[in-house]
């Protein structure tokens, strides 16, 4: 009878700890939100409204990976699902859906930061990359694009997230590799890699 009661108090823990974390995520989407709304991307001079658009576009993408990199306690980040989900294509805007370039017919799914810039991004008029970039076995940094909105411009802003991968979160890294071309960067322990979530936005 106690190991019951140790069992469902356990378990009434880890559900607290789950909506505790659903929570806060998504106090943080609507603290975006919020900020999004309350402020103008309409440019209002010339240097120094771009500058001030620049400033935004910033603070919004940080944002985005800030609240994509969260992770509640025993749980990966929405961004690191995203990455161990990567199936190495690279994914355009067709003006109504991100699809596979080598395939209309392969959309992207399951992907928190293709939702998060459907949701933010593309309603206003903001322009986005997404590049993942890692080192490889030799030491030099490589990189695919993950999704591709066109060349940006010159007030084009640049935010990164850095995400740590271990071998028990890749799983399968023949397969995984294979998919993405990220490689097991120290086969002689748990760390597999670091990658680096590369986001460009900038105004149409």
């Avoid at 850095?162 to 120290?186: C, H, Q, R, Y």
Wanted: proline fraction near 4%; charged fraction near 15%; hydrophobic fraction near 40%.
């Amino acid at each position: 009878m106690p190991g019951r009661m140790f069992c469902s108090n356990k378990e009434t823990d880890a559900q607290m700890h789950t909506l505790e974390a659903v929570m806060a995520a998504l106090i943080m989407i609507g603290v975006i939100v919020f900020a999004v709304e309350a402020t103008s991307l309409t440019p209002l001079t010339s240097s120094t409204a771009n500058a001030h658009i620049e400033a935004q576009l910033q603070t919004m993408g940080q944002d985005m990976l800030n609240v994509l990199s969260y992770a509640p306690y025993g749980h990966d980040s929405a961004l690191k699902n995203d990455i161990k989900n990567w199936d190495g294509r690279e994914y355009v805007w067709n003006g109504t859906a991100y699809q596979s370039r080598d395939s209309d017919s392969i959309p992207l799914a399951n992907s928190s930061l293709g939702d998060m810039l459907l949701f933010i991004a593309i309603p206003r008029g903001i322009a986005h990359n997404v590049h993942f970039t890692w080192i490889d076995t030799n030491g030099i940094t490589m990189g695919r694009p993950y999704i591709y909105n066109g060349d940006p411009s010159d007030n084009a802003v640049i935010i990164s997230k850095k995400v740590v991968l271990s071998d028990n979160e890749v799983g399968n890294s023949s397969s995984f590799v294979t998919n993405t071309g990220i490689p097991d960067a120290d086969i002689g322990s748990g760390f597999y890699n670091i990658v680096n979530v590369k986001m460009t936005l900038w105004r149409m």
